[in-house]
């Protein structure tokens, strides 16, 4: 599960274009512990663990750890790129699946600096 302290808030910023942006991570429900950076995306809500967390995610500590092991991995499944693995999957998180049934999404940071995604279920 999802390493996070139990007083930890959960934010989503909505707006109209919510669900229509590019998915850097993966299509899937978008969450963070920061209030700040949730503002950015339009008017804010909280969401409950229930609702908002993945159960069995893929951890990284930094934005960076994410970009390195998402370019060995494509490496490793012979894709030559964020463009060419756009052209060959639709979705990050369907290809990341491709390996790893199991995971349901992504941890990106700690403390109150985490993103979540959580990928719909049934993808992969």
Not at 22 to 32: F, K, P, Q, R, S
Not at 91 to 103: C, E, K, L, S, T
Request: proline fraction near 3%.
């Amino acid at each position: 599960g999802v390493k996070l302290g139990k007083n930890a808030r959960i934010w989503r910023g909505i707006s109209d274009a919510s669900g229509s942006n590019g998915a850097v991570y993966g299509m899937g429900l978008y969450t963070t512990t920061s209030f700040k950076f949730a503002k950015q995306y339009g008017k804010v809500i909280e969401m409950s663990r229930g609702e908002a967390l993945p159960d069995n995610p893929l951890r990284f500590r930094r934005q960076s750890e994410w970009e390195l092991w998402l370019q060995r991995y494509d490496q490793y499944h012979g894709i030559l790129g964020a463009r060419d693995r756009g052209q060959k999957h639709n979705d990050i998180g369907d290809y990341i699946r491709m390996v790893f049934p199991h995971a349901d999404g992504v941890q990106i940071g700690t403390g109150n600096d985490v993103i979540f995604v959580t990928w719909p279920v049934g993808n992969g």
